[in-house]
């Protein structure tokens, strides 16, 4: 389990970073963009190796319909972290679209998964999120919506999230469970 904690710190805290040492992170300058990257995909690949490597120790016991509902909302999800908040209209309005579907896609994952090793990613992920969005409006509290897309930039985005669907659901099939019913 210490595997996945370390992870999910080496997630947050270069995320964080930016807002809450502005000047610290202004003095890495560009070298700072590719350390973050640099640890950031460390993150990913510390979290999958914790998360594999954690005891199976089960906390409840998901009925079947959540499969349904999760997928539903991971492709909100999708949507939501697709350019369509940027150029269509339904989510024009929305302040952290990106940040909001993916706690929305944490969420989802802790709704089929009741494991505790799940709960620690999934609910970690989910709290990092909140926090991100939280101390982001606590730096930068003014805040101007886009002006809105067109609806049919909405479609063109949700086809597109429908196809994203069913692709990484073809690729978390190859690396871990399959994610439809059936």
Same mark, same amino acid.
């Given at each position: 389990?210490?595997?996945?904690v370390?992870g ?5 805290? &270069? ?8 000047? @610290?992170?202004?003095?890495? +300058?560009?070298?700072g ?13 510390v979290?999958?190796? +914790?998360?594999?490597?954690? &005891? ?20 909100? @999800?999708?949507?939501m ?12 309005g929305?302040?952290h679209?990106?940040?909001? +579907? ?7 994952h ?6 505790? @090793?799940?709960?620690v990613?999934?609910? *970690? ?9 939280a ?10 919506a886009? @002006?809105? *897309? ?7 985005f ?10 990484? *659901?073809?690729?978390h ?7 439809? &019913?059936?």
């Amino acid at each position: 389990m210490f595997l996945l904690v370390l992870g999910l710190a080496l997630w947050a805290v &270069p995320h964080l970073f930016k807002r809450l040492h502005p000047e @610290a992170r202004a003095r890495l +300058g560009d070298k700072g963009k590719g350390l973050v990257a640099v640890v950031l995909l460390l993150s990913i690949v510390v979290m999958v190796l +914790g998360y594999k490597a954690a &005891p199976l120790v089960d906390v409840w016991f998901p009925p079947s319909w959540t499969l349904h509902l999760n997928n539903l909302m991971v492709l909100v @999800a999708i949507f939501m972290m697709s350019p369509a908040p940027k150029k269509g209209r339904l989510l024009s309005g929305m302040r952290h679209p990106m940040l909001a +579907g993916f706690s929305l896609w944490a969420l989802a994952h802790l709704l089929v998964n009741g494991d505790l @090793a799940s709960i620690v990613l999934f609910g *970690g992920l989910l709290l990092w999120a909140l926090a991100e969005m939280a101390v982001i409006n606590r730096a930068e509290p003014a805040w101007t919506a886009p @002006a809105p *897309g067109s609806y049919g930039k909405d479609a063109m985005f949700f086809v597109a999230s429908l196809v994203l669907l069913a692709v990484i *659901g073809w690729i978390h099939g190859l690396v871990g469970p399959w994610p439809f &019913p059936g």
